[in-house]
Structures are given as C-alpha cells and as structure tokens.
C-alpha cells in the first residue's frame, strides 16, 4: 500500500523559517491532490494548504502569504516551505494524498505527523 513518510519538523524560534517534506511511496499509479493538515494541541485538525496535480493552490487565510505548498511529481513528494512563523503554528503537522494505487485504486493516504515547535 501507499505510504507517506513526512520530516523536516522541529524547534524554531518565533519568525524563524522550516521546510516539511512529505514522499510518497509504493504501488502508486497516480497521485491527484496533496495537501498538509495540522493539530494542535486540544484542538481539531484543519487545512494548512493544497496542491492540485496541476499545481492549483489553496491556502488557510492564518498562512496566506507566510506558507507556500509545491510539489515534484517525479519524486512523489509535497514540500511546505514556512515563513515567518508564530506560536500559533505549533502543531503536528500531518501530510495527505489522493492516491490511485495499482490495486486498491483511488483513496486517501495520512501520514504520521511531523512536530513543529515555534517558540517565542
């Protein structure tokens, strides 16, 4: 089956900067949207940004213009380059795809979660 390994997490300081990876791997046949998601602590997992297969892009209004989603289709991998971050960012960030595998098909794949610490 399909797997998301993420990595690049870790403590930084208030307005300091992180790249999270996210790569994919396994009887993939085609990867459509990707995307990264984050929980904090006591609350509920929402929407950091999505990337289309055509590079479509969708962002949280808390990131907008902070955070920028990409990705390299050959490689089957998401990046999430963050700016400027705040303590609010702190979170568990987790990747996610809509995945078509060779034999379960189309569905989605989470991966683990990556801690990102922001301190102030």
């Known amino acids: 089956q399909v797997q998301l390994v993420e990595s690049g997490g870790g403590l930084v300081q208030a307005g300091g900067t992180l790249r999270l990876s996210c790569a994919a791997s396994?009887?993939?046949?085609?990867?459509?949207?990707m995307g990264w998601y984050r929980q904090a602590t006591g609350k509920q997992r929402e929407l950091v940004a999505t990337?289309?297969?055509?590079?479509?892009?969708n962002y949280a209004d808390s990131v907008k213009g902070r955070f920028t989603i990409s990705r390299d289709n050959a490689k089957n991998t998401v990046y999430l380059q963050m700016n400027a971050l705040k303590p609010e960012d702190t979170a568990v960030y987790y990747c996610?795809?809509?995945?078509?595998?060779?034999?379960?098909?189309?569905?989605?794949?989470w991966g683990q979660g990556t801690l990102v610490t922001v301190s102030s």
């Open positions: 996610n795809a809509d995945v078509v595998e060779l034999i379960f098909g189309r569905h989605e794949v």
């Open positions: 990337i289309t297969s055509d590079e479509i892009t």
């Open positions: 396994g009887s993939i046949f085609s990867i459509n949207a």
